[in-house]
């Protein structure tokens, strides 16, 4: 049996799990690797091969969402080939802009949306 | 100039960045690939090659750390070769136990701790 190479996904609490499901498929291209939908929604869902998880929330579990604290205590850094298109694809399914995608001072090329679950996104790439 | 390959990396806002860059390190055995401490912190690291970003919060920009939201938006899975060990190391360098490393119903073993940071760690790997 192969040792297991560390990995590490980012699991996002969600308000209404089946709609974001819909949400990140529309936005990003998502592929659905795994979804259960009996009793709460958990899914695996990958953006060209990098994955991550969604949950509907419970907070009596810890599991809180944006929309139910105010706020989101992670970012999710997505780095793309093309940030420009991407973030464009975001917008036009759902997302708002927090801040437009521009050459930035630390050398990346990078924008920041908002989803319609309180999650926010950075997109973008390094600049060579 | 080659394409890039897709990558999703949470960054955590945390309430002190240059305590949490410690903290990874001992609980994680994280190793820095860069950082920033000049205003506030900025840092990526990589936990045996998986790499994740922290930076300390400032809420007038959105990025609001548990500490100060009282609670987290998304959960970090850590997925590794030995997750025993590495709970163990985690809770020995600070980190509390939500709960045990123990076989689960739906074929993982894994464990989950919160950080001294307020962020939500779910260390496991698939049984098979």
New interface residues.
Partial sequence: ?P???????????VHDGAAAVEFYKAAFGAEVLFMITEGSVVANLA???????LADDS?QH?????QG?????????????DPDALFARAIAAGAQQ?WPVEDQHYRWRMGRV?DPF???W?IG?PL?
């Fill in positions: 049996m040792a297991q190479r560390p990995a590490l996904m980012p699991l996002l609490n953006i060209g091969g990098a994955e991550f998880w907070p810890h599991n809180f969402s944006p604290l105010g706020g989101s205590t992670v970012r999710l850094v997505l780095v793309v080939d927090v908002v309180g999650h926010h950075e790439k060579r």
